[in-house]
């Protein structure tokens, strides 16, 4: 019994009941030694726990958020595009001749990836140096493209034959340099009709911002001025290119696919060749403008503006240079023929009409004539200084009177004045096709009240009653004018496109009396047979109408104006001529100018 209680004890209990605590302590080492030891592998387990997770996170990332953005990255390397800017179209006069085309030439381009290579900084200055381009300006275009965009960017145009050696040499050393030809915008006549045109650039950065919506890309080259600007959307085309296929080194594979460009229209206009050379002649080295239309349909035979400029300078990289020589001549991208100035006494037209049209002074007035006007204090003299005695409209409008003149507009008073002005379309913009145009001016009571804080005076309705004072007309604005009495009372609109519609879309009716009419062509061809205008008095020219115009510009010489139009019983032109601050009278400085621009043409235009 005991045997089998000592026997069973024993095996329930090995340990000596008074060893347990010794036992106890060694077990808890033994634990804590194996616990110590799988420390590590916990801590490692849950750091790369930690790590796949992030990883896991980031490819997923990766993958779903960004992975369109480094398969563009990665077909970018691999996909390379050689843009092909399109053919600006061509511009002619009336006749089919060239006023504006294009020619070859080279220009220089750049993968915007060349940034990543090294010596980039290096290759940049050197290619500044050989280009004569600022390196901003090259770093600048690589920023608006994007340095991973798969384009051509061109840094520079109108390379000569030693830059394109030069860079065909380099080419070997910067891996990413491209010379290429392109066509830029040639203007065979260089200066004339530089106003008219206008000129071509690239957009900057400003105006590609603006314009991206309408399909206009970096490197686009656009009307800045000018028949350019107003038929952009015309004469522009569509781009076209090659996609190519690229290994690492930057070597072409294969051809991917290939877009043919669309080239831009071809623009006529209604300018005359012959008549604007000799418009720009007849301006020689004076500051002014001249402008010729077709009375009949108001579209324009030649606009001269001088000074001047070669629009062929923007076709290439303008210098610091060159842009500082033009500054000293003076405004030379203002178009005087857009721009108002006192018209003088070519407004006795409107002036006599307002006399006649308003009843109060009806076509067989006759009013006496003096040295000068008493109007409010102010004396408004006659050119003369003595008056011409008793005149009607025909022998006033021949000798140019002041005072006659300034009886009818005082006598029909500033808002009659003023609303047949207005009729005549003074005082606002004519709507041709180029932007640069101004108003002119036809002042009122309230815009004195706003302007001086001073009311209407009979003084003023004088002043303007012989185009002097407040008001202000362009010479355009002026020949639309001349037109009315010599196409039988009807206002043009003026405007360069080729006439291909309707004639009534042109004009509209005046619905002037014919008594009117007839009084004002009687009153302005006495001015050429026997008054002021006697210049274009000439064999060489058919029966010929006109006004002449002398306008006070204090602290400088006076302007210079004479208009008028020809042949006298159905007239084919109108020609306007303004000499700014030239001194003299508008029928002996004005007037020559007129005939020699209708000498050229009626001698190249012979029916």
Do not use: C
Request: overall charge positive; hydrophobic content about 35%; glycine content about 10%.
């Amino acid at each position: 019994m005991w045997l089998k209680q000592s026997s069973q004890s024993k095996w329930q209990n090995p340990i000596p009941t008074d060893n347990y605590s010794s036992y106890d302590t060694r077990q808890k080492k033994t634990n804590r030694t194996i616990g110590q030891q799988r420390q590590p592998l916990f801590i490692m387990l849950f750091v790369s726990v930690i790590l796949l997770g992030a990883i896991g996170t980031r490819l997923a990332f990766l993958q779903l958020m960004q992975g369109e953005v480094y398969r563009e990255k990665a077909e970018n390397n691999r996909v390379r595009i050689v843009p092909k800017p399109p053919v600006r179209g061509n511009i002619f006069d009336r006749k089919g001749r060239v006023l504006a085309s294009t020619r070859l030439t080279h220009a220089a381009y750049l993968w915007p990836m060349v940034v990543n290579q090294p010596d980039w900084p290096q290759n940049r200055k050197y290619l500044a140096q050989l280009l004569a381009v600022p390196e901003e300006s090259i770093e600048s275009k690589i920023q608006q493209a994007g340095y991973n965009a798969s384009t051509l960017i061109r840094i520079a145009r109108s390379l000569n034959p030693a830059q394109i050696t030069a860079l065909e040499e380099f080419k070997t050393e910067l891996n990413g340099l491209e010379v290429d030809i392109e066509t830029v915008r040639d203007y065979p006549n260089k200066e004339i009709a530089a106003h008219v045109l206008g000129y071509t650039g690239e957009l900057n950065a400003e105006e590609l911002k603006r314009r991206r919506s309408e399909g206009y890309r970096l490197g686009d080259i656009v009307g800045k001025m000018g028949v350019e600007a107003a038929y952009e959307q015309q004469l522009r085309g569509e781009w076209g290119g090659i996609e190519l296929e690229v290994d690492g080194a930057g070597k072409v594979m294969k051809v991917l696919g290939q877009k043919v460009g669309q080239p831009g229209k071809d623009v006529t206009l209604t300018l005359d060749l012959d008549a604007q050379k000799a418009a720009e002649a007849a301006l020689g080295e004076r500051i002014g403008a001249v402008v010729a239309i077709n009375p009949q349909t108001g579209g324009v035979l030649a606009m001269a503006s001088n000074p001047t400029f070669d629009p062929n300078i923007f076709s290439t990289q303008i210098t610091p240079q060159t842009w500082k020589r033009l500054q000293k001549k003076g405004n030379p991208f203002v178009n005087r023929a857009l721009r108002g100035f006192p018209p003088a006494s070519t407004f006795k037209v409107v002036t006599a009409t307002a006399g006649m049209e308003s009843g109060k002074y009806p076509p067989d007035t006759i009013l006496s004539t003096f040295a000068y006007l008493n109007v409010g204090g102010t004396a408004f003299g006659e050119w003369n200084r003595a008056g011409f005695g008793p005149m009607g409209y025909v022998r006033a409008m021949a000798w140019s009177s002041n005072t006659f003149h300034g009886q009818i507009g005082r006598g029909v008073g500033g808002p009659t004045l003023i609303k047949y002005a207005r009729l005549y379309g003074f005082g606002s913009k004519t709507g041709i096709e180029l932007g640069e145009e101004a108003a002119g001016l036809i002042a009122d009571n309230e815009w004195k009240m706003e302007n001086y804080d001073w009311e209407w005076t009979d003084g003023d309705t004088v002043n303007m009653s012989i185009g002097q004072g407040f008001t202000q007309a362009t010479p355009l604005q002026v020949a639309i004018m001349f037109a009315v009495p010599g196409n039988g009372g009807y206002r043009v609109k003026p405007h360069f496109f080729e006439e291909k519609d309707d004639l009534e879309k042109w004009r509209t009716s005046m619905n002037l009396k014919p008594s009117t009419l007839k009084t004002l062509r009687e009153g302005l061809r006495a001015v050429v047979s026997s008054g002021t205008g006697k210049a274009l008095n000439v064999p060489s020219l058919p029966p010929a109408a006109g006004k002449s115009g002398t306008a006070e510009a204090p602290p400088g010489d006076s302007h210079a104006w004479f208009g008028g139009f020809a042949p006298y019983d159905n007239p084919e032109i109108v020609v306007v001529a303004f000499a700014e601050h030239s001194g003299g009278g508008g029928g002996s400085v004005a007037a020559p100018m007129v005939r020699q621009v209708m000498e050229a043409y009626f001698q190249h235009n012979k029916k």
